[in-house]
């Protein structure tokens, strides 16, 4: 049903009095709690001297757990707004790493650690919500964390990673008929200042309807996020984490 015809249905109905109008129609509340765990690979430094993620340390995978809650409404020209949080933890040693942070140098053995949070808060629009649904909008992520080496018995580095970047989003579903299964794209991206940013998952979602206004879901797919960072707070990367996620989905 579009927009319109949301509006067109919500005016009849509270002007005659007699026909039913769904809840979602008017407010609906969808959330998500996700499991990821990513490979990473890549660098991060110094352009031209940077350390290799993949090649020169033991462990690349990541931790994260993330959370969604996006508010939909049928007010028109009035975007729906969208909150997603996802922290990602990595840390791994290396007995042969060089490469420089900052402005320290470090080889040999080296512990090395990224804690990092991106937080998005979008701005979108229903472009079609039937069989096929669509959204399209502008997401404000904001990057916060650490990113640290050190040499055994040497110097170490500490670099703080902060900034806001604009990122165009999109969202298409397609509905499986009389399966409950849906097959999905969402992504966001951007080119900003010498930095780019590619964050898109695919996804296969089974939802049931446990009670008259709350469906259950259960996702899984996979996410690929692209961190080409130029010089953002004296910290570069070209790093890739990519790997399969399992999510647990509510829709009110």
Known sequence: MTRTLSIAALGLALLAG???????????????AYLWRPSLSGTIGQSGDSFDLSAEFDDSSADSESVLVAVEHFFPFVPNLMFRRTPLDWSATSSSATGTLGSISLSGEVDASIDLSATDATFYYELLDNWVSMDLGLSLRRLDGTASAQQRGGPSETLNINGTVPMLYGHARFDLP????????????????????????????????LLPLVDIGIEGGLRRLVLNLDDLDDFSSEATLEGAYIAITGHF
């Open 18 to 32: 007699t026909q039913p109008v769904q809840a979602d129609t008017i407010f609906g509340v969808h959330a998500g």
């Open 178 to 209: 009389f399966t409950g299964l849906a097959a999905g794209l969402r992504g966001n991206m951007t080119s900003y200042r010498s930095s780019d940013l590619v964050d898109i998952e695919a996804y296969l979602h089974l939802e049931v309807d």
